[in-house]
């Protein structure tokens, strides 16, 4: 089982960037999807962006694809995400969470930690 804590979050101008991290800890990291996750107020949490930490294949959220980069450093066991162009409808809290399956990241139950808030202005 993999750990994660989001952390990073900010406010932002809309077209503005971020960057949030999220350490991970654990025997199978490198067998796991790590991904990010949204939840807007009076809203469903969401998928936004995950990563498959032995290659590096990336998924997204149509929303997000070319705004959006998800990576990973090995050495600091940290998964990033870069968001540039922020816009308003960016504003949410935002986690990360990881499982051994992009399937199973999406839509297995979790228990979600604290998550880290963006806020962007227009």
């Known amino acids: 089982q993999v750990q994660t804590v989001a952390s990073g979050g900010g406010l932002a101008q809309a077209g503005g960037s971020l960057r949030l991290s999220c350490a991970a800890s654990?025997?199978?990291?490198?067998?796991?999807?790590v991904g990010w996750f949204r939840q807007a107020p009076g809203k469903e949490r969401g998928f936004v962006a995950a990563?498959?930490?032995?290659?590096?294949?990336?998924h997204y959220v149509d929303s997000v694809k070319g705004r959006f980069t998800i990576s990973r450093d090995n050495a600091k066991n940290t998964v990033y995400l870069q968001m540039d162009n922020l816009e308003p409808e960016d504003t949410a809290v935002y986690y990360c969470?990881?499982?051994?399956?992009?399937?199973?990241?999406?839509?297995?139950?979790?228990?979600w930690g604290q998550g880290t808030q963006v806020t962007v202005t227009s």
């Open positions: 969470a990881a499982d051994l399956t992009l399937q199973g990241l999406t839509r297995a139950p979790r228990s």
């Open positions: 654990g025997r199978t990291l490198g067998r796991s999807v």
């Open positions: 990563i498959r930490w032995s290659d590096g294949n990336a």
